[in-house]
């Protein structure tokens, strides 16, 4: 089947520390997207990456950090640096449209 | 800065009841506009793209309209279901090439048996 896969489902975190969250599609997308969604919030950009080895800030970039050095993978990592971590990632591919991940819900204890 | 507005932010409806929910988007100059839903704690499941030269877009019992002009569009669901309960996401795309897409904040819709 030919999908996104987001991992993992929940993930918790400790103050202070880094977490990677992981985003893999077999759709044969070139596009790829983060986004940060809370509660009664619409989703906003966090980062985008048209194309391998290549990717551009959104509007919330500040604190994450990305890699796109495959085609199928989009590893979002979320530093110590972003103060309010605490929110449903959601992940995206594009071919004619934008196709979405199941979503990692991160918490921070 | 293109921003988008859905109203209601909520909605409840017996079941069999057609019904509408509405998106407003500031900025016309826009390529095209997906509709999702979204089930609690799930991913976003796209339902209709309309691009922007279209007025509009029809799957199963949704049909989805787009006036660009006035920057509005709008999804009808015709004999809803309690399986339709869900939020409703719209989202323009106002960059041809990087796709940046800007949503609203949703519809949450409650449809009761």
């Known amino acids: 089947d030919g999908g996104i896969t987001q991992s993992p489902k929940y993930l918790f975190r400790k103050e202070g520390q880094n977490v990677t969250l992981s985003c893999e599609q077999n759709l044969n997308h070139d596009a790829m997207y983060w986004y940060r969604q809370d509660p009664g919030q619409g989703l906003r950009l966090i980062y985008y990456?048209?194309?391998?080895?290549?990717?551009q800030k959104g509007d919330i970039a500040e604190g994450y950090s990305v890699s796109r050095e495959k085609k199928e993978s989009f590893p979002l990592t979320v530093t110590s640096a972003q103060k309010n971590p605490t929110a449903f990632y959601l992940c995206a591919s594009r071919g004619g449209e934008q196709f979405f991940g199941p979503g990692t819900r991160l918490t921070v204890l | 800065k293109q921003e988008v507005t859905q109203i209601p932010a909520a909605l409840s409806v017996p079941e069999g009841e057609n019904l509408v929910l509405n998106c407003s988007f500031t900025?016309?100059?826009?390529?095209?506009l997906q509709w999702f839903r979204q089930d609690p704690g799930k991913g976003l499941t796209s339902l209709l793209l309309?691009?922007?030269?279209?007025r509009e877009q029809t799957s199963g019992r949704l049909n989805a309209s787009l006036d660009k002009s006035s920057g509005r569009s709008t999804l009808y669901i015709a004999a809803s279901q309690p399986g339709d309960s869900a939020t409703y996401l719209c989202?323009?795309?106002?960059?041809?090439?990087?796709?940046?897409?800007?949503f609203g904040k949703g519809t949450k819709l409650s449809v009761i048996p």
């Open positions: 989202a323009v795309n106002s960059g041809a090439g990087s796709y940046q897409l800007t």
């Open positions: 900025d016309s100059a826009i390529y095209n």
């Open positions: 990456s048209q194309i391998v080895n290549d990717f």
């Open positions: 309309i691009q922007s030269s279209q």
